[in-house]
């Protein structure tokens, strides 16, 4: 490299080093005021999810798991009774557990406990109390979770999130106005977790579940029973939450 263009390179380097604190005072953070929104829409459920489990023991393992599948075929053929297709019921765990008592002298053995789980996923809620007490009459003894849902959760969960952007600039717009401002266009938009609660219960390999608070409620349906049912479906709460960045006029 010769001397001129040296030269005319460490002139450059000059240029753009002196010309850095210029520009940087030259750049103005935008002022901002950043806010949360949260809605909830509250659902009538139009399906359910019924997860029973059949437990036996004996000190034999042959017959603790026999006496095990002669109970959960019986429970699994309620699916026909009830018109539940077959892709709507699962075997979802199974399990064997040889069981010891411990005491001072010596370890005894109580015998093989044997456990299945089976989910029913019931289209028809109407039959939910009905399908219930069919399982426990067949032979299911333990009921790990009544789970009622929606086939529409898309659907609500965009209405959620349209009515937490709304109440994110509500919001904006009130403070800003506490504090003599106007609210511009938004500089940024992050969604945060949420989604549809239930409080999932535990079972054998259990799940569980979460909620969050809102500031938006919609409700969609109010039936909340089965005529001359015992049962109390309620409504399903489905969650959106943002937070938004606005620039300030």
Do not use: C
Request: aromatic share 10%; glycine share 6%; proline share 2%.
């Amino acid at each position: 490299m010769n001397r001129s263009v040296s030269r005319s390179v460490l002139a450059f380097l000059l240029v753009v080093v002196f010309a850095l604190p210029a520009w940087a005072e030259d750049r103005h953070e935008p002022r901002l005021i950043t806010v949360t929104g949260d809605a909830e829409v509250k659902v009538a459920p139009d399906e359910v999810i019924l997860t029973v489990g059949v437990e036996t023991w004996n000190k034999d393992l042959g017959v603790a798991k026999a006496q095990n599948d002669e109970r959960v075929r019986t429970v699994l053929a309620l699916a026909k009774e009830f018109r539940i297709e077959q892709k709507h019921v699962q075997t979802d765990h199974i399990s064997i557990e040889p069981r010891y008592r411990d005491n001072y002298e010596r370890r005894k053995f109580i015998g093989y406990f044997v456990r299945k789980t089976i989910v029913f996923t019931l289209k028809d809620i109407s039959k939910f109390e009905a399908l219930l007490s069919r399982t426990l009459e067949a032979g299911a003894n333990y009921v790990h979770g009544i789970q009622f849902r929606t086939t529409e959760l898309r659907k609500h969960r965009d209405e959620a999130r349209a009515l937490a952007i709304r109440a994110a600039r509500e919001k904006a717009n009130d403070l800003a106005k506490e504090l003599g401002q106007k609210v511009g266009k938004p500089y940024s938009v992050r969604e945060d977790r949420a989604g549809w609660w239930y409080p999932y219960n535990t079972w054998w390999g259990g799940r569980s579940g979460g909620w969050m608070a809102q500031n938006v409620v919609q409700d969609y349906g109010l039936t909340s029973s089965v005529v001359g049912s015992s049962i109390a479906l309620g409504q399903i709460n489905v969650n959106a939450k943002v937070t938004v960045s606005f620039e300030l006029k």
